[in-house]
């Protein structure tokens, strides 16, 4: 079960390709035929089950594209 | 089931911020993204008074909610240093790009490390000058192709690149120096360290502090985003090695330092 | 409570700096205005100010530029070549909108020229030196109490418009010891400069601030282009020329000739004047404070009366051509220049013989 949320800002991205080489967890894909309104291709969550809200994804993206959010237990 | 943010905008970033100005994949504004941490972390961003010069990075001065000084190209320790020195409470640093601080700005670099001051500098290496689009920089490396060195950077004509890190430490009036990256998100962290120890530096007031952070810049490099990183991690890191220079926390250390 | 002293015009420069709240100085070693960075270098740090060397005139005029951004009163002296290295940052001031009083202290050019006194920089000075064109007012004390007036003056407008603001001396007027009185001249209550740069936190608004010169790149409120703020900065260019305007008229009633001088040419006009008044001659002078605004109407008007006039100035012509402009073809403009030195050495000087010689010669 995933235990983070990520959150894409297409407006903001500029398909740079980092979050996918960063995710250890392979969760961010960049897609083949998925385009921001700049035209940019787009990151798509492949498989946000394995999600740990590390963050590094949006700690490393440049264009602050990227949020991730925790889920907690209350 | 409720969730909590991990990581989005930085505090200090502006709702909505300015333009946003950078090319994909350039790692400015990652290194904005630690600068802003730590100023957040320690407390210090509604006493900061940033200095940027002229450059790509530059462009943060209408992101972040900080009071943003756009000096002279070259001469932002030359304004910050006025600023510290008439409003001593204040953390002054400055945002500067090689050729800003080290090319048309060698000058007022040296004069700064020579006097001390107690002003620290996050100077962007990307190894050529980015906005005018990707010229000779003195941090260029040898043999990569430039706007202006376009058989590639040859010693016999334009010299070798410069390690600015290594030459501010040599000067007794720096306190601090060190050389990051931002290639891995374990340099991030180091990187973030760094910068850390080099406005701590400043508030303990002990001279001037100076970090150097190696940044991708794939239009004027003409390589993809990832294959920047590659590059950093290999040719880069090789001539400009990581690692802290200098780290004294006295100025009576600084005095008697070689 | 003013105090009486005996001390050179260079010295001056301090003393009036001091007494309008200046925080901080500045400067950079080049003859012949030494004394002015010495002054500050031990009267300021005793009294808490901020006195800098930096490491060129480059150096200091940025230095400058950040020192204003944050709100202070600064200023720098300099002289020829120092001044040409300042031109592009005294651009940036006038663009970003930052007031500081920058004291200019000829010396004899072009190039490395000579260390000793000339009025050759009037043109950089009064018509931009720097990119761009731009305007900034240049005030042209005639004595050592004037030095000391002009620069508290000089402050009060520079933070009245939020202009650099140039004090245009030379190397005579900075050696030569006169007497003054040392006094605070009231201009009414300091700007607070709620635009200044303090730190977030430190602001009354608690919002953040930005200062930039690159105002077409990165435009910033209330103008939303370049040109909407390049039409402000214009008015504001129209404001100072309408009522900053500053001149000394002596003995020009009447007169058939007229000369014209600022500096210590104006000084030897003047003797000049009263040794042709003592043999009769109808002749008088118009002495510009402010060179920028330059009083065109006034002499304008005397031209109209048939005036002829006569330049005084130590240099190969640059004063002269306000003049022609004023006089707008309507009387001849002569010139007793640097070529007219009683010796041909950077250390003669326009002596006021000469300058009766040629009065008569016009008449």
């Known amino acids: 079960m995933a235990r983070g949320e990520i959150v894409i800002n297409e407006n903001n991205c500029r398909g740079c390709g980092y979050c996918q080489a960063f995710c250890k967890r392979g969760c961010l894909v960049m897609s083949e035929d998925k385009f921001s309104p700049l035209g940019y291709i787009l990151p798509i969550l492949a498989d946000s089950d394995k999600c740990n809200a590390c963050g590094v994804c949006g700690q490393m993206c440049p264009h602050f594209a990227i949020e991730v959010c925790k889920f907690i237990e209350n | 089931m409720n969730k909590k943010k991990v990581c989005g905008n930085p505090k200090i970033w502006k709702d909505p911020p300015g333009a946003a100005m950078y090319c994909p994949g350039c790692q400015h504004p990652v290194i904005d993204r630690i600068i802003s941490e730590v100023l957040e972390e320690m407390d210090i961003d509604g006493k900061a008074i940033c200095v940027v010069g002229v450059g790509c990075h530059a462009f943060v001065q209408i992101s972040w909610n900080l009071d943003v000084l756009s000096s002279a190209h070259g001469r932002a320790l030359d304004?910050?240093?006025?600023?510290?020195?008439?409003?001593?409470?204040?953390?002054?640093?400055?945002?500067?790009?090689?050729?800003?601080?080290?090319?048309?700005?060698?000058?007022?670099?040296?004069?700064?490390?020579?006097?001390?001051?107690?002003?620290?500098?996050?100077?962007?290496?990307?190894?050529?000058?980015?906005?005018?689009?990707?010229?000779?920089?003195?941090?260029?490396?040898?043999?990569?192709?430039?706007?202006?060195?376009?058989?590639?950077?040859?010693?016999?004509?334009?010299?070798?690149?410069?390690?600015?890190?290594?030459?501010?430490?040599?000067?007794?009036?720096?306190?601090?120096?060190?050389?990051?990256?931002?290639?891995?998100?374990?340099?991030?962290?180091?990187?973030?360290?760094?910068?850390?120890?080099?406005?701590?530096?400043?508030?303990?007031?002990?001279?001037?502090?100076?970090?150097?952070?190696?940044?991708?810049?794939?239009?004027?490099?003409?390589?993809?985003?990832?294959?920047?990183?590659?590059?950093?991690?290999?040719?880069?890191?090789?001539?400009?090695?990581?690692?802290?220079?200098?780290?004294?926390?006295?100025?009576?250390?600084?005095?008697?330092?070689? | 409570m003013a105090e009486k002293m005996f001390v050179q015009g260079n010295e001056a420069v301090g003393w009036g700096a001091l007494y309008c709240g200046c925080d901080g100085f500045?400067?950079?070693?080049?003859?012949?205005?030494?004394?002015?960075?010495?002054?500050?270098?031990?009267?300021?740090?005793?009294?808490?100010?901020?006195?800098?060397?930096?490491?060129?005139?480059?150096?200091?005029?940025?230095?400058?530029?950040?020192?204003?951004?944050?709100?202070?009163?600064?200023?720098?002296?300099?002289?020829?070549?120092?001044?040409?290295?300042?031109?592009?940052?005294?651009?940036?001031?006038?663009?970003?909108?930052?007031?500081?009083?920058?004291?200019?202290?000829?010396?004899?050019?072009?190039?490395?020229?000579?260390?000793?006194?000339?009025?050759?920089?009037?043109?950089?000075?009064?018509?931009?030196?720097?990119?761009?064109?731009?305007?900034?007012?240049?005030?042209?004390?005639?004595?050592?109490?004037?030095?000391?007036?002009?620069?508290?003056?000089?402050?009060?407008?520079?933070?009245?418009?939020?202009?650099?603001?140039?004090?245009?001396?030379?190397?005579?007027?900075?050696?030569?010891?006169?007497?003054?009185?040392?006094?605070?001249?009231?201009?009414?209550?300091?700007?607070?400069?709620?635009?200044?740069?303090?730190?977030?936190?430190?602001?009354?608004?608690g919002k953040s601030r930005i200062v930039n010169s690159a105002v077409g790149v990165l435009p910033l409120p209330p103008y939303p282009n370049y040109i909407s703020w390049l039409k402000h900065i214009e008015e504001k260019y129209r404001e100072m020329e309408g009522s900053e305007l500053r001149y000394e008229i002596y003995q020009a009633e009447g007169a058939d000739l007229i000369l014209v001088a600022y500096g210590y040419t104006s000084r030897v006009s003047k003797e000049a004047v009263n040794m042709a008044r003592a043999e009769g001659h109808k002749v008088g002078m118009i002495r510009p404070i402010t060179l920028w605004p330059f009083p065109y109407s006034v002499i304008r008007e005397k031209a109209m009366l048939g005036c002829k006039f006569l330049v005084v100035e130590d240099s190969l012509g640059l004063l002269i051509d306000d003049v022609k402009i004023g006089v707008e073809g309507r009387a001849d403009v002569h010139l007793v220049g640097i070529l007219d030195r009683h010796i041909p050495t950077d250390g003669g000087m326009i002596m006021p013989g000469r300058v009766f010689e040629e009065i008569k010669r016009l008449l």
């Open chain 2, 79 to 258: 304004s910050g240093t006025a600023i510290k020195r008439l409003n001593p409470d204040a953390i002054v640093f400055t945002v500067q790009g090689d050729g800003d601080c080290i090319g048309i700005g060698a000058g007022a670099f040296i004069g700064a490390m020579i006097r001390g001051e107690k002003i620290t500098t996050i100077m962007f290496n990307n190894t050529n000058y980015g906005t005018t689009g990707g010229q000779l920089a003195p941090t260029t490396l040898l043999g990569q192709k430039t706007a202006t060195t376009p058989h590639g950077r040859d010693a016999a004509l334009e010299g070798y690149p410069v390690h600015t890190a290594e030459l501010a430490a040599t000067f007794k009036g720096t306190a601090y120096s060190a050389r990051g990256s931002v290639h891995t998100p374990a340099d991030y962290q180091r990187t973030k360290r760094y910068i850390k120890t080099a406005f701590q530096k400043q508030i303990d007031g002990v001279g001037f502090s100076f970090v150097e952070v190696l940044s991708a810049c794939p239009p004027n490099w003409h390589l993809s985003p990832v294959k920047c990183l590659k590059r950093i991690g290999e040719d880069i890191v090789s001539e400009f090695p990581l690692g802290e220079f200098k780290n004294e926390d006295s100025t009576e250390r600084l005095s008697k330092s070689k």
């Open chain 3, 26 to 205: 500045f400067g950079y070693p080049i003859t012949p205005q030494n004394e002015v960075t010495q002054w500050f270098a031990h009267e300021f740090p005793k009294r808490g100010k901020v006195f800098l060397q930096s490491q060129s005139e480059v150096g200091s005029i940025n230095m400058l530029f950040g020192g204003a951004a944050a709100g202070f009163r600064v200023m720098t002296s300099t002289s020829g070549p120092g001044w040409g290295l300042m031109q592009e940052t005294i651009s940036h001031l006038v663009a970003a909108e930052l007031p500081c009083v920058i004291v200019l202290v000829q010396r004899g050019g072009p190039g490395a020229g000579s260390i000793r006194h000339a009025q050759m920089d009037y043109i950089t000075a009064t018509r931009g030196g720097g990119q761009g064109g731009y305007k900034n007012i240049v005030l042209a004390p005639g004595s050592v109490q004037e030095v000391h007036d002009l620069i508290q003056l000089g402050f009060h407008l520079a933070d009245k418009y939020r202009n650099p603001l140039v004090i245009l001396t030379d190397g005579i007027l900075g050696q030569v010891s006169e007497s003054v009185e040392v006094k605070t001249i009231d201009f009414g209550p300091l700007d607070k400069k709620p635009w200044a740069l303090r730190g977030r936190e430190r602001q009354e608004d």
